[in-house]
Protein backbone atom coordinates (compact mmCIF):
# COMPACT_ATOMS: atom_id res chain seq x y z
CA UNK A 1 0.00 0.00 0.00
CA UNK A 2 1.80 3.31 -0.76
CA UNK A 3 1.32 5.86 1.14
CA UNK A 4 1.63 9.71 0.22
CA UNK A 5 2.07 12.33 2.41
CA UNK A 6 2.19 16.14 1.93
CA UNK A 7 4.09 19.31 3.54
CA UNK A 8 4.83 22.65 2.95
CA UNK A 9 1.30 24.67 3.93
CA UNK A 10 0.84 27.21 5.87
CA UNK A 11 0.01 30.79 6.01
CA UNK A 12 1.03 33.44 3.73
CA UNK A 13 0.36 36.85 2.59
CA UNK A 14 -0.91 37.72 -0.82
CA UNK A 15 1.67 38.04 -3.56
CA UNK A 16 4.47 35.41 -1.26
CA UNK A 17 5.57 32.09 -1.98
CA UNK A 18 5.08 28.30 -0.62
CA UNK A 19 6.46 25.18 -1.75
CA UNK A 20 4.47 21.87 -1.24
CA UNK A 21 6.19 18.71 -0.93
CA UNK A 22 4.68 15.07 -1.24
CA UNK A 23 6.29 12.31 -0.28
CA UNK A 24 5.49 8.41 -1.74
CA UNK A 25 6.66 5.66 -0.01
CA UNK A 26 7.50 4.04 -2.53
CA UNK A 27 9.41 4.32 -5.80
CA UNK A 28 6.88 7.52 -7.82
CA UNK A 29 7.37 5.50 -11.36
CA UNK A 30 4.93 3.32 -9.84
CA UNK A 31 2.52 6.15 -11.13
CA UNK A 32 1.60 6.41 -14.41
CA UNK A 33 0.86 10.19 -13.21
CA UNK A 34 1.17 12.58 -10.10
CA UNK A 35 -1.04 15.68 -9.07
CA UNK A 36 -1.85 18.00 -6.93
CA UNK A 37 -5.56 19.09 -6.60
CA UNK A 38 -7.18 21.46 -4.21
CA UNK A 39 -10.27 21.86 -2.63
CA UNK A 40 -11.85 24.97 -0.63
CA UNK A 41 -14.93 24.82 1.43
CA UNK A 42 -18.14 24.27 -0.82
CA UNK A 43 -16.20 23.84 -3.30
CA UNK A 44 -15.13 20.77 -5.83
CA UNK A 45 -12.27 19.35 -5.34
CA UNK A 46 -10.09 21.30 -8.40
CA UNK A 47 -6.98 19.70 -10.76
CA UNK A 48 -3.89 21.87 -10.47
CA UNK A 49 -1.08 20.51 -12.12
CA UNK A 50 -0.18 17.01 -13.09
CA UNK A 51 2.85 15.40 -14.22
CA UNK A 52 3.44 12.08 -15.90
CA UNK A 53 5.80 9.30 -15.65
CA UNK A 54 7.32 10.42 -19.26
CA UNK A 55 7.64 13.74 -17.97
CA UNK A 56 4.46 15.72 -19.73
CA UNK A 57 3.02 18.74 -17.97
CA UNK A 58 -0.34 20.26 -17.47
CA UNK A 59 -1.87 23.12 -15.24
CA UNK A 60 -5.25 24.36 -14.70
CA UNK A 61 -5.30 27.74 -16.13
CA UNK A 62 -6.15 29.52 -12.67
CA UNK A 63 -2.58 28.36 -12.06
CA UNK A 64 -0.21 28.60 -15.15
CA UNK A 65 2.75 30.80 -14.85
CA UNK A 66 2.40 30.92 -10.84
CA UNK A 67 2.59 27.10 -9.65
CA UNK A 68 5.41 24.59 -11.27
CA UNK A 69 4.87 20.94 -10.40
CA UNK A 70 8.23 19.25 -10.42
CA UNK A 71 9.91 15.88 -9.17
CA UNK A 72 12.90 14.16 -7.96
CA UNK A 73 12.63 10.62 -8.46
CA UNK A 74 15.47 10.14 -6.28
CA UNK A 75 13.81 11.37 -3.18
CA UNK A 76 10.39 10.04 -4.38
CA UNK A 77 8.51 13.24 -3.73
CA UNK A 78 6.63 15.56 -6.12
CA UNK A 79 6.67 19.25 -5.49
CA UNK A 80 4.24 22.29 -6.10
CA UNK A 81 5.80 25.60 -6.12
CA UNK A 82 3.60 28.33 -5.93
CA UNK A 83 4.53 31.89 -6.72
CA UNK A 84 1.99 34.83 -6.35
CA UNK A 85 -0.19 33.50 -4.23
CA UNK A 86 -4.05 35.20 -4.31
CA UNK A 87 -6.21 35.05 -1.25
CA UNK A 88 -8.27 32.58 -3.27
CA UNK A 89 -5.40 30.19 -3.36
CA UNK A 90 -6.64 29.45 0.37
CA UNK A 91 -7.42 25.67 0.34
CA UNK A 92 -6.72 22.14 1.60
CA UNK A 93 -3.90 21.18 -1.11
CA UNK A 94 -3.43 17.01 -2.25
CA UNK A 95 -1.12 15.08 -3.85
CA UNK A 96 -2.26 12.16 -5.82
CA UNK A 97 -1.03 9.36 -7.85
CA UNK A 98 -2.37 7.59 -10.36
CA UNK A 99 -1.77 3.66 -11.33
CA UNK A 100 -4.45 0.97 -11.05
CA UNK A 101 -5.60 2.89 -7.86
CA UNK A 102 -5.55 6.36 -7.18
CA UNK A 103 -3.81 7.15 -4.61
CA UNK A 104 -4.42 10.38 -2.31
CA UNK A 105 -2.47 12.32 0.55
CA UNK A 106 -3.87 13.42 3.74
CA UNK A 107 -3.63 17.26 2.63
CA UNK A 108 -2.06 20.71 3.97
CA UNK A 109 -3.90 23.63 4.39
CA UNK A 110 -2.77 26.91 2.99
CA UNK A 111 -3.95 30.23 3.95
CA UNK A 112 -3.10 33.45 1.87
CA UNK A 113 -4.70 36.71 3.28
CA UNK A 114 -5.22 39.74 2.08
Known amino acids: QVQLVESGGGSVQAGGSLRLSCVAS????????MGWYRQSPGKQRESLATITRGGNIDYAYSVKGRFTISRDNAKNTVYLQMNSLKPEDTAVYYC????????WGQGTQVTVSS
Open 26 to 33: GSIFSFSS
Open 96 to 103: NGDSSTRY
